[in-house]
């Protein structure tokens, strides 16, 4: 199977046909991106900034990547000037420091709040709390060069499909629930970036908008990782 033949065999699975693909291609290298490029892929996901700062220049300037990793707060500048969309927005102060270098290059930088919503303790994110008090504050709403477009959250890596469905519903009611806030910062607050190889179909059932698929397209990852 190509790598075009696996997205035309994915795109074909969506049971909403509407849902972003992004490609997540972390330790592939540029050969297979090309393919996938060549093949019509435009949004591609990378989870190290170190990774992103070598890929980027070297692929088509039309190419929209995205940031779907924990992103350390000394590394925002480096991908801030052209970072198409932030997954893993998991803290204030990562949020403000992306505010901070939005503003140096003239951005308002888009992102996604990541929440916890998987059992494991390792994956990161907000808690429901937090989130709905950060999105509250008066300090949220002076952040000009942010814009919130969401929210992205990782079910528990289980066969456990009930279990996945569950994080994933309460992921989607918390997103309604921040939508119907009504709070005029978060007029463009209307994508769900849940789902990846092994969970997209029940995601998209539950009210995925963006999906990150890795390893169905470009096959098992290349271990080591760079950084
Ligand atoms: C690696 C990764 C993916 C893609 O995982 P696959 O199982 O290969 O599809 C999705 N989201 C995040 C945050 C990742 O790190």
Request: overall charge negative; aromatic content about 8%.
């Amino acid at each position: 199977m190509s790598i075009k033949d696996n997205l035309e065999k994915i795109q074909s699975s969506f049971v909403n046909p509407d849902c972003q693909l992004v490609s997540v291609s972390k330790t592939k290298p540029l050969e297979l991106l090309m393919e996938a490029y060549e093949a019509g892929v435009r949004d591609f996901g990378e989870n190290k900034v170190q990774e992103l700062q070598w890929k980027q220049p070297e692929m088509p300037s039309d190419v929209r990547w995205h940031m779907i990793g924990h992103l350390q707060r000394n590394k925002v500048k480096y991908i801030a000037p052209y970072v198409a969309l932030i997954h893993g927005v998991d803290s204030e102060r990562l949020l403000k420091e992306i505010n901070k270098q939005g503003a140096k290059v003239e951005r308002k930088i888009p992102v996604l709040l990541q929440m916890h919503i998987a059992e494991e303790e390792s994956k990161f994110g907000f808690d429901r709390d937090e989130v709905l008090s950060l999105l509250k504050s008066d300090e949220f709403s002076e952040l000009q060069n942010i814009e919130v477009k969401g929210l992205m959250g990782m079910a528990t890596n289980t066969t456990d499909q009930d279990q996945i469905r569950k994080e994933f519903k309460g992921l989607k009611s918390l997103f309604d629930e921040i939508k119907a806030l009504g709070n005029p910062k978060l007029s463009s607050f209307d994508e769900l970036s849940m789902g990846m190889s092994g969970d997209y179909t029940i995601a998209q059932e539950e009210g995925s908008t963006m999906v990150r698929i890795g390893s169905a397209i470009f096959g098992p990852r290349n271990y080591p990782t760079k950084e």
